[in-house]
């Protein structure tokens, strides 16, 4: 037995060291800027019934759980608008839209999907001009791209002509027959629905929000609940969000330590940051976000890029939407 478990400690200790020469892997610690995340997130279903004085639709969706739709004056149609028991649909929601904790879930439809027609496809997304994107506009992911062709219709919401000429960095319901089997999927639109709100942009494919959007005044949530904190603010390099660590940090639930000697910043004992300094060290291994400005000291509180929560800490969202700043350490 004793030897049984020598062999087992050996091949961790050896498992640990090759462990330890790939977290050193120069590659592997420097990362790039990830894509933003999807706008939209879909839930289909068959549905089951419809309340017309609460505006709700009840679903069953393809794995047999129920869902709520929640319908407005404000949800798009991008086919048909008339819907009945036994139909089957797709709804689109925002991603990073705070959600009501309750089952069965309750989801507000941004656009509503009914009997499209055969042989059609449909997105629903932010689109972003890429550097070399060769005239077509990507989704967040840049897993599928678009572009406008002689004959494509653009409309908006309501259905009047798109007549403000761009559509980079707006919110797009994007329709299309025929597309190409490479990665990413490439398309000419037959349709495109511009969605309410203003264009954001963002530089290239970087995947950083842009300077056209004033952060000051945003309020900041975490995980759909707003906190109490600094205001973020644009860095100098006009695209990087620059957001307070401490307050975002607590209520992630992560313990934050200040050394005043090194002018370092401890997250739960994983994570060190120092003021001025480009390099992370994470679980031990250091990592840089590339592009993106090093921690700082503003009004005596910690700014971290945005960027810091998905990258460094691997959360599955840290996003500009809807005009707040929203972190998340679940997926919502």
Do not use: C
Not at 36 to 44: A, G, I, K, Q
Not at 120 to 148: C, H, I, P, S
Not at 178 to 203: C, G, Q, W
Not at 303 to 311: A, E, G
């Amino acid at each position: 037995m004793k030897k049984v478990m020598a062999v087992i400690m050996a091949l961790g200790l050896v498992a640990v060291m090759f462990s330890g020469f790939a977290m050193a892997d120069p590659d592997m610690d420097v990362l790039d800027t990830p894509p933003l995340l999807p706008e939209y997130t879909s839930v289909t279903g068959t549905i089951v019934s419809i309340d017309e004085d609460t505006n709700l639709i009840d679903i069953e969706v393809e794995d047999g759980s129920p869902a709520k739709l929640v319908i407005s004056e404000d949800t798009v149609y991008p086919f048909e608008s008339e819907y009945t028991v036994g139909d089957t649909v797709t709804g689109f929601y925002l991603a990073n839209a705070p959600m009501i904790l309750i089952w069965p879930p309750q989801y507000t439809i941004a656009v509503l999907v009914v009997n499209p027609p055969e042989a059609t496809f449909y997105k629903a997304d932010r689109f972003q001009e890429r550097d070399d994107g060769d005239g077509y506009l990507f989704n967040t992911e840049n897993t599928f791209g678009f572009r406008v062709g002689e004959e494509t219709e653009v409309i908006l919401a309501n259905g009047d002509d798109f007549s403000d000429g761009e559509l980079a960095g707006r919110r797009l319901v994007v329709i299309y027959d025929v597309s190409t089997r490479s990665m990413p999927e490439l398309a000419t639109a037959t349709k495109v629905i511009v969605l309410y709100e203003d264009a954001v942009h963002t530089p290239g494919d970087s995947g950083i929000v842009g300077i056209d959007l004033d952060v000051a005044d945003m309020p900041i949530a975490v995980n759909g609940d707003g906190i109490v904190a600094p205001s973020a603010f644009m860095a100098d390099d006009g695209v990087t969000v620059m957001v307070p660590l401490r307050a975002i940090a607590e209520a992630l639930g992560l313990t934050v330590g200040w050394d005043g000697v090194t002018r370092s910043v401890l997250l739960d004992d994983a994570a060190v940051l120092s003021i001025g300094s480009p390099v992370y060290v994470i679980g031990g291994s250091e990592l840089t976000i590339e592009g993106a400005p090093a921690p700082l000291l503003r009004n005596n509180f910690t700014y971290v890029p945005l960027s810091f929560f998905t990258i460094a800490l691997e959360l599955p969202n840290a996003s500009v939407a809807d005009g707040r700043i929203a972190v998340s350490n679940a997926e919502h």
